[in-house]
């Protein structure tokens, strides 16, 4: 498949701010309903900085005030940006989900979590990808 975008520097500020200053939707791989919980605070804050968060997460209706779906492949809206809070392995399924929606610009692995093979795959299939990074101390952190 031919593709646009390079292979992606995680630490490249002005690609990670261009996500964020790009970015509307993000749908939450994994968002827990415990508020104690790193996706349940992270979604929070990207909530809180004007993201439409999307859940999905096996249980519950409305977590944060927006409904819930089991899948990424379920939404039925534009999903700019996959956030993953989920082990390493599931990246591979879920990289090809996203691929196969069509509207998915930027595939972001959590800090934590590392899965080289889907994160080449992401950016073969022309997202913009990171792994091992958190969204809310990046998103602080370019814009501070």
């Known amino acids: 498949m031919e593709h646009s975008m390079p292979t992606i520097n995680t630490n490249n500020n002005e690609i990670i701010k261009k996500m964020f200053d790009e970015c509307k939707t993000i749908a939450i791989v994994g968002l827990s309903p415990d508020e104690s919980k790193p996706s349940n605070m992270v979604a929070r804050y990207l909530q809180n900085h004007g993201y439409k968060i999307i859940p999905v997460y096996p249980k519950e209706d409305i977590i944060l005030g927006e409904k819930v779906y089991r899948s990424l492949a379920e939404i039925t809206e534009r999903v700019d940006m996959v956030d ?3 082990k390493a392995s599931f990246a591979d399924e879920l990289v090809e989900v996203a691929k196969s929606r069509g509207d998915v610009k930027y595939f972001w692995i959590q800090l934590g979590i590392i899965n080289d ?5 992401a950016t073969e ?20």
């Open 84 to 86: 993953m809070f989920r």
């Open 117 to 121: 093979e889907a994160f080449k795959k």
């Open 125 to 144: 299939y022309g997202m913009i990808s990171v792994q091992n990074k958190c969204t809310k101390i990046e998103h602080q952190r370019v814009y501070s």
